[in-house]
């Protein structure tokens, strides 16, 4: 299916209603928004959409005529790919970045919809994608909001990263195109995403983009990864200084962040472009870029070991490297409607068998109907059983005896009817939780 939008869309002036909540990109994604010039990287994109579907959500492919969607169809249909599950719109645009350009969706209003915040993009001269969303926002039955004011912001959107929880990262390049001490910028963050708390790190001196996706990838809401160099360049400094700053901050859960390092295919180089960090979560899988050389293997593992139970699917991101990006440089996930999410604090030490253990979670948005249950299993070959978590000024728990020692898998999941949610958010998937049982030691 193909639409063309060529009549003035309808915009709406000035921030949502509150309140206000960005969805991280490690909760469930309804489309994922790219754009595809024929003849530039087909074989990666190709790669891109297969994965995409793979991940249950549906691709969303910005192209400049007809022509352009037939001849991608041709390429999707010599893989055998379900073209019917894709939507093609014509939209002009100026470039591949969709990230940058593509504004950010965030749920708004007592009863939360999803909308799209469209900021100016702060490319000169990138004016068709500047005004893109303005047009694909509808056609996507999706509102969209804009900043009219006097002293509008200037945003990429590829240089922001949030947890789902009202904290936001991005680099100091930010500043560049909104000058003053950022209290425009913060407050905007704050009227039209949500976002409490505004975190700006080094940047890394990586050619003209130097956005923070390029190093940086929240994996959960506690769980950050960091690029690392192995040599003595500046580029390593700047990293090990984000690093050790960021294990300095409290999470949502007020306690440190777990900071994970990641190599880069590379050296510190400033015209090396590679990195592992900007991949793409759709629902169980992580789209990872790879280069053919030797660190893929260790990246791969990287994310396996800290993502359990999400499928890692290397794609080989080469043809990007010389144009300054990656996977999810050129992508822009929105997230699905009608999902619950669920704040629940991971056991970080072992529990003692014998003892009581309480689980607790929180749910958004805040509803009196939602049935919250707790699943465990003693392995991976058992049953889960269920426990009722009961409510107690908006904090559901549960308490459980262990009666004996084991690696305990969980899952917790919240549903109205209507609307669901789980944590871990991969659990309908295969990805649980896991929690250390020691004995009790004797008498």
């Known amino acids: ?214 190093y940086m990838k929240l994996l959960d809401e506690e769980t950050i990864l960091i690029a690392q160099y192995n040599d003595t360049g500046n580029g390593t400094h700047v990293l090990d200084a984000n690093a050790a700053y960021l294990a300095t901050l409290p999470s949502c859960y007020d306690r440190p962040y777990r900071v994970v390092r990641v190599p880069m295919p590379g050296d510190s180089s400033a015209d090396d472009f590679r990195t592992y960090t900007n991949s793409l979560i759709v629902n169980n899988l992580v789209l990872l870029p790879v280069y053919q050389v030797a660190r893929d293997k260790d990246a791969i593992e990287i994310y396996r070991e800290h993502m359990p139970g999400y499928e890692i699917l290397p794609i080989d991101a080469r043809g990007l490297t010389q144009q300054r990006g990656a996977i999810r440089c050129v992508t822009s996930e929105m997230a699905a409607e009608n999902r619950i999410r669920i704040g629940h604090p991971r056991f970080l030490d072992p529990v003692t068998a014998g003892a009581p253990v309480r689980f607790t979670a929180t749910a958004w948005p805040p509803s009196q109907d939602y049935k919250v249950d707790l699943y465990l299993r003693h392995s991976p070959w058992s049953e889960f059983f269920r426990i009722p978590m009961t409510q107690d000024a908006g904090v559901y728990n549960a308490v459980h005896h262990f009666t004996e020692a084991g690696h305990v898998e969980y899952y917790i999941q919240a549903s109205d009817g209507v609307r669901v949610g789980f944590k871990p958010q991969n659990a309908s998937y295969g990805g649980y939780l896991r929690l250390e049982v020691g004995s009790a030691g004797p008498a």
């Open 1 to 214: 299916m193909a639409c063309r939008h060529t009549e003035p869309p309808t915009l709406h002036a000035g921030p949502p209603s509150f309140p206000v909540r960005t969805p991280a990109e490690f909760e469930p994604v309804e489309r994922v928004v790219l754009q595809w010039d024929p003849g530039e990287v087909d074989a990666f994109h190709t790669d891109l959409i297969a994965g995409i579907l793979r991940a249950g959500a549906e691709p969303v492919v910005l192209v400049d005529s007809a022509d352009a969607q037939q001849f991608i169809t041709r390429m999707l249909k010599a893989r055998a790919l379900p073209i019917a599950q894709l939507r093609f719109l014509v939209v002009n645009t100026d470039s591949i970045w969709t990230r940058d350009y593509a504004g950010r969706s965030v749920f708004a209003g007592a009863r939360p919809r999803r909308i799209l915040v469209d900021w100016n993009y702060d490319y000169p001269g990138a004016l068709y994608d500047d005004f893109a969303p303005q047009f694909f926002g509808p056609a996507l039955d999706t509102p969209v909001h804009t900043d009219t004011t006097a002293a509008p912001v200037f945003f990429s959107w590829g240089d922001l990263l949030v947890d789902g929880f009202g904290n936001g990262f991005s680099s100091k390049k930010v500043l560049e195109h909104n000058p003053g001490d950022g209290a425009r910028l913060r407050a905007a963050l704050s009227e039209y995403l949500g976002l409490a708390r505004h975190t700006l790190l080094e940047r890394l001196e990586f050619g003209p983009n130097n956005h923070i996706d390029m």
